[in-house]
């Protein structure tokens, strides 16, 4: 029996040596066709390019090519599955080449971006790789491909950059030091640590408008962080006083005492800038306004009476009749902001103090104090010219249009990510309150 079994064993044997091996699959990523580029193809590109999609993550090169190849240069994956192709007979070159091509004739084309940051990778191009994955995460932010791959990447080259700037500060290259930072925000645009490194060189070096700028982003993006807020007040203030902006040092003076009991030495020299501005205790009502979910017209005057203090004693000012305001507590800074026209009063000579203000109100009295401050020698430069800007939610004959763009030109507001401005939304005392505080930085 078994010398009668032994030669079907061996012609067994034998047929399974001579069988060609299946193909291993590719150890990159394929990423899936976009939808949109799918909707553009006949039903029969779809069915070739599916197929061909499958060989290509089944490594069956051959299989792939032709019905690549077949599919022509005209259709919107010849390039990009060209690509994939190269990259499974490792020519990144070519594959790199093809990605390229993809893009530059179908822009958006996702597997292009993924194949292009796979070679760049391979390559050790980080800040290559990292755009790739950004353009992925700008069409498809939900990517789970490339979202984790970016975050790493973020981290690794942001700690590198945090390691180069602080070796450049300890040896006392403070500008090598301000480039590594202003890299790594490159990266993560919203890193605490960079803006408030950056806040602290630039203060250092006697540039207050730039440190300035990061402190508010320090506050926006890391708003727990006490002791940075507390370091960065501190500084900022000592750093106004000493160039006799008393206004200023004044504003960062206050701000630090909501954080920390003030030792009597600050509290000394608050009083000496407030008799150098004139001024006395405000009303205590003004110290509650950043709390509030909804400011109304008083609240508003105030925060710019308070802010433009020094701007506002000025030619120009006219007599305005105002019948109902003897009651507010922001009478006077009414009377001020009345005066110059930053605020409108109403054609029966009411101010309405405790009405409500929304964004499209807070935009055109934003518009009015910029104006203001031009005519006084302020430099504003709009950031966005007018005509780019595109808002789904207010029309352009709507009345308070015209100010909505300026202050969106201004970049001192902003659209949320699908254009909408939110003209009737209320606006909250923190809202208002770092709206004034930009224009105030610019004017200085």
């Known amino acids: 029996m078994v010398k009668k079994g032994l030669p079907l064993i061996l012609a067994a044997l034998a047929a399974w040596s001579c069988a060609t091996a299946p193909p291993a699959p590719p150890s990159f990523f394929i990423e899936d066709l976009p939808p949109e580029v799918k909707a553009r193809m006949t039903l029969d590109e779809r069915i070739a390019a599916n197929e061909a999609w499958q060989h290509l993550r089944a490594g069956r090169s051959d299989r792939a090519r032709r019905l690549i190849a077949g599919l022509g240069p005209g259709s919107l994956v010849y390039t990009v599955g060209w690509g994939y192709v190269s990259l499974l007979s490792a020519d990144m070159g070519a594959a790199e080449a093809s990605f390229l091509t993809s893009l530059r004739d179908v822009p958006g084309m996702t597997p292009a971006h993924v194949g292009l940051a796979q070679i760049y990778a391979a390559r050790g191009d980080r800040e290559q790789a990292f755009l790739q994955y950004r353009e992925i995460l700008k069409r498809d932010p939900d990517n789970r491909w490339a979202r984790p791959r970016l975050e790493a990447l973020r981290e690794t080259l942001t700690r590198g950059l945090f390691e180069d700037a602080a070796d450049a500060k300890e040896a006392g290259k403070l500008e090598e030091a301000r480039t590594a930072y202003l890299k790594a925000l490159f990266y993560d645009p919203d890193s605490p640590t960079a803006h408030y490194e950056l806040a602290l060189l630039y203060l250092e070096g006697g540039d207050q408008e730039s440190a300035v700028m990061h402190f508010e982003a320090v506050l926006e993006k890391d708003p ?203 606006v909250t005392g923190r809202e208002a309150a770092r709206i004034v505080d930009v224009i105030y930085g610019l004017a200085r």
Not at 289 to 300: M, Q, S, V, Y
Not at 345 to 367: G, I, K, M, S, Y
Not at 377 to 382: A, L, Q, Y
């Open 224 to 426: 727990e962080a006490t002791e940075r807020r507390r370091r960065l007040l501190r500084a900022m203030a000592d750093a106004a006083f000493a160039k006799e902006e008393f206004g200023r040092s004044l504003h960062y003076y206050e701000k630090l005492g909501e954080l920390e009991t003030l030792g009597p030495e600050t509290l000394q020299r608050i009083e000496r800038i407030k008799g150098r501005l004139g001024i006395y205790e405000l009303p205590s009502q003004y110290a509650s306004i950043p709390a509030l979910d909804a400011i109304a017209r008083e609240d508003l005057a105030a925060l710019i009476g308070v802010k433009f203090r020094d701007f506002l004693d000025a030619p120009g000012r006219r007599t305005r009749i105002v019948v109902d305001i003897a009651t507010s507590w922001a009478q006077k800074y009414i009377v001020d902001v009345a005066s110059l026209d930053l605020m409108a009063v109403f054609d029966n000579h009411t101010f309405q103090p405790r009405r409500a203000v929304n964004r499209a109100e807070l935009a055109e009295t934003a518009v009015r104090l910029i104006r203001f401050l031009r005519s006084r020698g302020g430099s504003f430069v709009p950031l966005i010219e007018a005509r780019r800007i595109q808002i789904s939610d207010v029309n352009p004959e709507n009345f308070y249009y015209p100010a909505i763009v300026e202050a969106l030109s201004y970049q001192i507001m902003a659209l949320d990510p699908l254009r909408r401005f939110e003209p009737e939304r209320a």
